[in-house]
């Protein structure tokens, strides 16, 4: 990421569902004693998928809400009824945003289209109800599985911001008063630190969702279409905007010419950039609290003949102020967005769930196994259960535990520990 980004992070926490536990139940009718098995599966845990939605443009909203997490699967019940799958959430997240685990620091996803999507933490399994351990042997089993845990883990969001409105104009006619008040329902946005002058740069929140970020372009007029003063990195930065908001002061108090001003930057800023010279403008009229604003304004109405919209305001008065975000937000919903290169894309991502691998190790004179092969196993047996054990067994074989806890030099009678249940090794 270059330096000339200004950057808006996030950290989050998300859960997916827990998938929901298997049944035990027996089928009870009449005249049948003992009825087969029915108990049914519990249902998988929903998903957290984070997806592109162009019309944000900040993360804003990860300031407030920091948890997010997604439905439970149902737990199943008799009759070999399936519980529900749990809902998925699904979070919207403005184009360009990274999302990084955050204890690792590995780059899940690098969202850039939009409508694109990608599933953060998976659901867990639903378990098995014990309808489905039914073998020609082992006619009524009295153990379900119980379901996954789903994911969970904390994120970090970055976002590069892309500043969709610049402000131009003049030193001293209101630009920063003006950007302060436009940006202040919000909290400041971490302080953005800039190469040589700090360009301001605010969040525009309104009621509908429908945001912007704004820009202060300091000094076009200090010469900068020669690479002097603010340098080419914001230049850069700057081109990016799709509509400009160009602040004049209309009362003309200095003994300036409002006409005057407004031609002067506008050559500048063909002189530094031709492209961002045709950018649509709206013409912000400042200090219109003071003499003589008035009949400047109708003289500059006939002046631009309705070439662009121009908006009466006060800053110092906050007057208008409404006004003149309504407007940009219409404009900016009628302008294309621009086409942006974000170097690599990652089109689709899944995590990868380790079900298999496990350790064995000394805690004392305790011999544990770890890893989730055999906290899966675990999960799925119930030690009550006379066949449960034997199936137990059968999976401790299968695994490659006991070869395991052999080599480790297990003797009969020796305690060995997974999860968190504890028993005597018996050969």
Same mark, same amino acid.
């Given at each position: 990421?270059?330096?000339?980004?200004?950057?808006d992070?996030?950290?989050?926490?998300?859960?997916?569902g827990? &998938?929901?536990?298997?049944?035990?139940?027996?089928?009870?009718?009449?005249?049948?004693?003992?009825?087969?098995?029915?108990? %049914?599966?519990?249902?998988d845990? &929903?998903?957290?998928?984070?997806?592109?939605d162009?019309?944000?443009?900040?993360?804003?909203d990860?300031?407030?809400?920091? #948890?997010?997490?997604?439905?439970?699967g149902?737990?199943?019940?008799?009759?070999?009824?399936?519980?529900?799958?749990?809902?998925?959430?699904v979070? #919207?997240?403005?184009?360009?945003?990274? /999302?990084?685990?955050?204890?690792?620091?590995?780059?899940?996803?690098?969202?850039?289209?939009?409508?694109?999507?990608?599933?953060?933490a998976?659901?867990?399994? %639903?378990?098995?109800?014990?309808?489905?351990?039914?073998?020609?042997?082992?006619?009524?089993?009295?153990?379900?599985?119980?379901?996954?845990?789903?994911?969970?883990?904390?994120?970090?969001?970055?976002?590069?911001?892309?500043?969709?409105?610049?402000?131009? &104009?003049?030193?001293?006619v209101?630009? !920063?008063?003006?950007?302060?008040?436009?940006?202040s329902?919000?909290?400041?946005?971490?302080?953005?630190?800039?190469?040589?002058?700090?360009?301001n740069?605010?969040?525009?929140?309104?009621?509908?969702?429908?945001?912007?970020?704004?820009?202060?372009?300091?000094g /076009?007029?200090?010469?900068?279409?020669? &690479?002097?003063?603010?340098g080419?990195?914001?230049?850069?930065h700057?081109?990016?905007?799709?509509?400009?908001?160009?602040? /004049?002061?209309?009362?003309?108090?200095?003994?300036?010419?409002?006409?005057?001003?407004?031609?002067?930057?506008?050559?500048?800023?063909?002189?530094?950039?031709?492209?961002?010279?045709?950018?649509?403008?709206?013409?912000?009229?400042?200090?219109?609290?003071?003499?003589?604003?008035?009949?400047?304004?109708?003289?500059?109405?006939?002046?631009?003949?309705?070439?662009?919209?121009?908006?009466?305001?006060?800053?110092?008065?906050?007057?208008?102020?409404?006004?003149?975000?309504?407007?940009?937000? !219409?404009?900016?919903?009628?302008?294309?967005?621009?086409e942006?290169? #974000?170097g690599?894309?990652?089109?689709?991502?899944?995590?990868?769930?380790?079900?298999?691998?496990?350790?064995?190790?000394?805690? #004392?004179d305790?011999?544990?196994?770890?890893?989730?092969?055999?906290?899966?196993?675990?999960r !799925?047996?119930?030690?009550?259960?006379?066949?449960?054990?034997?199936?137990?067994?059968?999976?401790?074989?299968?695994?490659?535990?006991?070869?395991?806890?052999?080599?480790?030099?297990?003797?009969?009678?020796?305690?060995?520990?997974?999860?968190?249940v504890?028993f005597?090794?018996?050969?």
């Amino acid at each position: 990421m270059g330096d000339n980004m200004f950057v808006d992070k996030a950290k989050i926490f998300v859960k997916a569902g827990k &998938g929901g536990d298997g049944a035990i139940s027996f089928r009870r009718e009449k005249y049948v004693p003992d009825g087969g098995p029915d108990g %049914g599966d519990g249902g998988d845990g &929903g998903n957290v998928i984070f997806k592109v939605d162009g019309n944000l443009s900040t993360l804003m909203d990860f300031r407030y809400k920091k #948890h997010y997490e997604a439905e439970s699967g149902q737990n199943g019940s008799r009759r070999n009824m399936t519980g529900k799958n749990g809902r998925d959430l699904v979070i #919207h997240v403005p184009p360009g945003t990274m /999302i990084f685990n955050y204890e690792t620091k590995e780059r899940i996803a690098d969202l850039t289209e939009e409508g694109q999507s990608v599933i953060v933490a998976h659901g867990g399994r %639903g378990g098995k109800g014990n309808a489905r351990f039914t073998t020609s042997v082992r006619q009524a089993p009295k153990f379900s599985q119980l379901g996954e845990p789903g994911e969970e883990l904390w994120l970090e969001l970055e976002l590069k911001l892309i500043a969709d409105v610049g402000l131009i &104009g003049l030193p001293n006619v209101g630009k !920063s008063t003006l950007l302060s008040i436009l940006t202040s329902a919000r909290p400041k946005i971490a302080n953005y630190h800039f190469t040589t002058l700090n360009p301001n740069l605010g969040v525009v929140s309104s009621s509908y969702g429908d945001g912007f970020v704004l820009a202060d372009i300091p000094g /076009i007029i200090e010469g900068a279409h020669r &690479g002097v003063g603010l340098g080419h990195d914001f230049l850069r930065h700057i081109e990016r905007t799709r509509l400009l908001v160009h602040v /004049i002061d209309i009362s003309g108090i200095e003994g300036r010419d409002p006409i005057e001003d407004f031609e002067g930057v506008n050559n500048e800023l063909k002189l530094y950039n031709e492209t961002l010279a045709q950018r649509p403008q709206i013409i912000a009229a400042n200090k219109m609290d003071l003499p003589g604003a008035r009949e400047n304004l109708q003289r500059f109405r006939e002046y631009l003949k309705d070439k662009w919209p121009v908006i009466g305001i006060s800053a110092a008065k906050k007057e208008g102020m409404d006004q003149l975000k309504n407007e940009i937000i !219409s404009v900016l919903k009628s302008l294309p967005r621009l086409e942006e290169d #974000h170097g690599e894309k990652i089109k689709e991502y899944t995590y990868q769930k380790a079900e298999s691998g496990f350790e064995v190790f000394m805690d #004392h004179d305790v011999y544990v196994v770890e890893g989730p092969a055999a906290e899966k196993l675990m999960r !799925s047996v119930n030690l009550d259960d006379n066949y449960s054990l034997k199936y137990f067994q059968r999976k401790l074989k299968e695994l490659g535990i006991i070869d395991a806890l052999k080599e480790k030099g297990i003797q009969n009678g020796d305690t060995v520990r997974i999860a968190t249940v504890e028993f005597d090794y018996i050969e």
